[in-house]
């Protein structure tokens, strides 16, 4: 049994304004009506039938919503009124197996108002259209009894109106008989249905000017009606001829079938005319569920014919196919439901006919669209995703590359889910720049992309990412991770992700300077990234890293302390032996400022880094604690009697310095009698009286500071009161 569910191509512009009118797209109307002229006159014009057939026909309630000429109805409250009062909806069973009309929009017949007649000026400005939408609706619900009340109505008024055969609403390409008949090949109604009577009826009513485009003797009206309408295919035709045992026709038979077919192919073009049009309104007003009806009729082979592929849509600047249309209107739902209604074939040709700067996939990645853009690589074949992701698009860049450069990481992740394990491995070992996605994405500092990309490959993928080097500077991973690690964390989590043995083999390894991971971490003031190197590193590594310095012969003690990091020292403590803190704690060097030889605590009191200055003294035995407090810095002050006006009072409590309370009590006493000599030269001494007031005392740390979250800021520290 055919399908006489309800084609949406069959009815005129406003029916389908309103079945497209549901509450989810009157905004979408009214926006499509301001931003496209195509549609903006039939908006206009919608909305003009309807709001006079509301004052005319509902005069007391337009009256009390205050609408005037001045202030019609908005659009909006035009398709809820429409709704409420010329709409209906039925759903009432019909044979076995069919469920006729269910949730259409039918319109309710009108009445002719009481002591009104057709002729009278109020009523007959809008009659016709009445009239002519109700033969239509009737029609297509097979009610015989109002189909020919309506078509007698409409012969008194203009007996021209009741041809059948011809378009009977402006701008519209159907007639009551292909409402009848559905309008589609090979679609007829079921023998006993209400338009099978209603077309038994106009049988029995033809006039010659139905059969106006056919030249055939009268005496063939029926063969040709029967042809005409019912699709009848040439087999059947020949035998409906035998039946007749009629020379003339067996002899007219060729060229009278000929000349069918043109009127056939003529009709055919207007419908799929028609139903290109409103293939495109649902897609331009995002309803999905008609696109999706379309298709699959299309699928079944009701729409021979007609292809939505070569439909172009139009769009701010230039038109588009419908896939385009739906990533340009970054609508996924769309994009979901034609790429699972297409073929593979269909599929391959609307992806490799579109050039680049309109192709699907390059306008997602433009707009930055995840969903958009998973749904068009989700719904696609493997050998055809394959394509996709690997095609280099505008500026010859492939989508993997243009997600690391352009785009935020969630894009990322749903581009890499969207396709499989092998498919990203193939774009894993892509090479662009003498770059890999994984060395680009760290070139550029997009740390969280890194993470992604490791995070979906496997251990054997992540071991190739980390020994890959950049073809143009001979780095690895650890080289180019140490130059952007001055935010702190990166190298943590890059961690875990391969073996420690594999880790401390790249530490080792040297770039086209002949610098280390380490080395560049110093260089870089990547402390983060420093520390996690040595605690990760073996004995032997450790002993020789803790000897490296940066260019200006910093340590990482040195950096550290100056930048404030007591993490970083505490940290670097639990690896180091009281010898090598010792060591490193002593070692000095020198600034580009002064000829003095600063030490680890020194460079701390310079910069008032009261949490290094804390950390320090509390992890370092009282020996070396009293070897450094018994240093002067490069004024001559003791660190002893800085620290003092840096953490208050208590600190010789805190750290439990000099216990022998005799050298303590010889130190003070040396102490004051330089403040005592120096306040009784006449010339300014190398140590001033005044220490709170001492220019060092409060330098602010570098413009390059590495970030400590949670310390405060050195220039808001203010010395205890002595």
């Known amino acids: 049994m055919p399908d006489n569910s309800c084609l949406f191509s069959d009815l005129p512009d406003d029916l389908v304004m309103h079945a497209l009118s549901s509450p989810e797209y009157w905004d979408n109307i009214e926006n499509l009506a301001l931003t496209n002229r195509r549609y903006a006159e039939s908006v206009r014009n919608s909305g003009a039938l309807w709001n006079d057939l509301y004052r005319r026909y509902f005069p007391q309630e337009y009256a009390e919503q205050d609408y005037s000429d001045k202030h019609p109805p908005t659009y909006k409250a035009l398709m809820q009124t429409r709704a409420r009062h010329f709409f209906t909806k039925i759903e009432r069973p019909g044979p076995a197996g069919f469920n006729r009309f269910s949730s259409l929009p039918l319109i309710r017949y009108i009445e002719i108002p ?151 192919q003529k009709e055919q073009d207007k419908i799929n005319e028609k139903i290109s049009h409103h293939f495109e309104l649902a897609a331009m007003l995002g309803c999905t569920p008609l696109v999706r009806y379309f298709l699959q009729k299309k699928r079944e082979g009701k729409l021979a014919g007609w292809d939505p592929l070569e439909i172009d849509i139009p769009g701010p600047v230039e038109t588009y196919n419908i896939l385009t249309f739906a990533a340009l209107n970054r609508d996924a739902a769309l994009a979901t439901t034609l790429l699972k209604e297409m073929s593979g074939e269909e599929q391959e040709k609307i992806f490799k006919s579109t050039e680049d700067k309109k192709h699907p996939i390059y306008i997602a990645l433009l707009h930055r669209d995840i969903p958009t853009l998973a749904a068009l690589l989700k719904n696609t074949s493997d050998a055809l995703r394959q394509q996709l992701i690997t095609r280099n698009y505008e500026y010859l860049i492939n989508p ?93 989590n890059l961690f875990g992700f391969i073996t420690r043995e594999q880790y401390r083999a790249l530490f080792d390894q040297k770039n086209e300077k002949g610098k280390t991971p380490y080395e560049l971490a110093l260089k870089k003031r990547s402390l983060n990234f420093a520390i996690k190197i040595l605690e990760l590193a073996s004995p032997e590594q450790q002993q020789r890293f803790l000897t490296l310095t940066d260019e200006g012969g910093n340590n990482l003690l040195h950096l550290a302390a100056e930048k404030n990091r007591d993490d970083i020292i505490r940290r670097l403590f639990k690896i180091l032996s009281p010898p090598q803190q010792e060591n490193l704690l002593m070692q000095p060097v020198t600034r580009y400022f ?31 604690r009293e070897q450094l407090l018994t240093r002067v810095d490069q004024h001559g002050h003791t660190l002893l009697e800085r620290i003092k006006y840096i953490m208050g009072p208590p600190f010789q409590q805190r750290y439990e310095l000099f216990s022998d309370t005799r050298r303590l009590i010889e130190h003070w006493m040396e102490i004051t009698k330089v403040q005592i000599n120096a306040a009784e030269s006449d010339t300014t001494p190398a140590v001033t009286a005044q220490l709170p007031h001492s220019p060092r005392l409060f330098k602010p740390t570098h413009e390059n500071n590495d970030s400590n979250e949670g310390s405060p800021s050195p220039r808001f520290l203010r010395p205890a009161s002595p």
């Open 594 to 624: 002064s000829n003095f030889k600063f030490t680890a605590l020194t460079l701390a009191v310079e910069n008032v880094a009261s949490s290094a200055i804390d950390i320090i003294l509390k992890l370092t035995t009282p020996h070396i």
């Open 400 to 492: 993997l590359f243009f997600i690391i450069k352009y785009t935020p990481s969630l894009l990322l992740e749903a581009f890499l889910k969207s396709i499989t394990p092998a498919q990203r491995q193939m774009l894993f070992n892509l090479n662009a720049y003498g770059l890999n996605v994984f060395h680009t994405a760290l070139t550029l500092s997009h740390i969280e992309k890194a993470l992604i990309l490791l995070t979906l490959s496997s251990p054997e993928q992540c071991y190739s990412h980390f020994t890959n080097i950049n073809l143009a500077r001979k780095n690895n991973v650890l080289h180019t991770a140490a130059k952007i690690d001055r935010r702190g964390g990166l190298l943590e």
């Open 114 to 264: 009481a002591g009104k007649t057709p002729a009278d000026e109020v009523y007959q400005s809008n009659e016709k259209t009445i009239l002519l939408l109700h033969l239509f609706s009737a029609a297509y619900r097979g009610d015989e009894v109002a189909f020919f009340k309506a078509k007698k109505a409409l012969s008194q008024i203009d007996a021209s109106l009741v041809n059948l055969n011809k378009s009977f609403v402006q701008n519209t390409a159907h007639s009551i008989l292909q409402a009848l008949y559905h309008g589609m090949p090979g679609t007829q109604w079921p023998a006993g249905t209400g338009q099978a009577h209603i077309l038994n009826r106009l049988f029995n009513e033809v006039t010659p000017a139905l059969f106006s485009q056919l030249p055939v003797p009268d005496e063939e009206k029926q063969i040709a009606l029967e042809m005409l309408y019912a699709k009848l295919p040439e087999e059947a035709l020949d035998r409906l001829i035998s039946t007749h045992q009629s020379d003339t026709l067996h002899a007219k038979k060729t060229a009278w079938y000929a000349e069918y077919k043109k009127i056939e």
